[in-house]
């Protein structure tokens, strides 16, 4: 037998094995659902009303009920808003071609934030020279944007990390349901009656995921 048949069988096994774990990403091309959300603080401000701000609200879309707590802060009022939402659900795992082929590990979610807006109940959109001294948004306790982001310019770009992305390891791990919890806080400068305040906020995930765990 000669010295190449013998090293080529080693050659083989080293350049593989140096190559590592292949990467694939999942987007919205391949399927993965966007993080979008409506959140929606209504104000009662008639003669019987008695809010004011630092109460909480109770609110309730065609999913779920969510809290809106209030904090008076100088010179404004500041709202934040909580919602869970499903990012993959179990079906999931039988549609997107690469969930599907035994792909269990996620090593990175990178989410492409393209808007976060408050308006009134009238649909006015609060504009951020006169009527928001400041505003974030944060998913699973990780903050991903800002006042400085938004005025920056969207998309912007935030890779996951820390618990925000162990929720998500862990469900596509397990094959299970995954759902993020989303946070928008504003803070909305006196000037006017307010009846209601309510928040939209676009984003997109894209999932880089592999068959071994990174």
Request: aromatic share 6%; charged share 25%.
């Amino acid at each position: 037998m000669s010295r190449l048949s013998l090293l080529v069988p080693g050659l083989l096994a080293f350049a593989l094995s140096a190559c590592g774990p292949v990467e694939i990403r999942i987007g919205p091309a391949e399927g993965a659902k966007p993080l979008n959300g409506t959140l929606t603080a209504h104000l009662d401000t008639s003669a019987a009303s008695t809010f004011k701000c630092g109460d909480v609200i109770t609110a309730q879309d065609s999913l779920q009920l969510y809290t809106v707590t209030t904090r008076a802060v100088t010179g404004g009022c500041e709202f934040t808003f909580d919602q869970d939402v499903e990012i993959i659900g179990k079906g999931d795992y039988d549609t997107i071609k690469d969930f599907r082929e035994a792909v269990h590990f996620v090593n990175r979610v990178e989410v492409a934030l393209h808007r976060l807006d408050f308006y009134d109940d009238a649909g006015n959109k609060f504009d951020l020279d006169t009527r928001i001294r400041d505003l974030e948004l944060w998913v699973n306790g990780e903050q991903v944007l800002n006042m400085e982001q938004v005025r920056g310019g969207l998309p912007h770009t935030v890779t996951l990390s820390g618990s925000g992305l162990a929720v998500v390891k862990k469900a596509v791990k397990n094959r299970e349901t995954c759902n993020i919890h989303v946070l928008a806080r504003v803070v909305l400068l006196d000037s006017g009656t307010r009846t209601g305040v309510r928040c939209e906020y676009e984003s997109q995930p894209t999932y880089i995921v592999s068959t071994s765990e990174i």
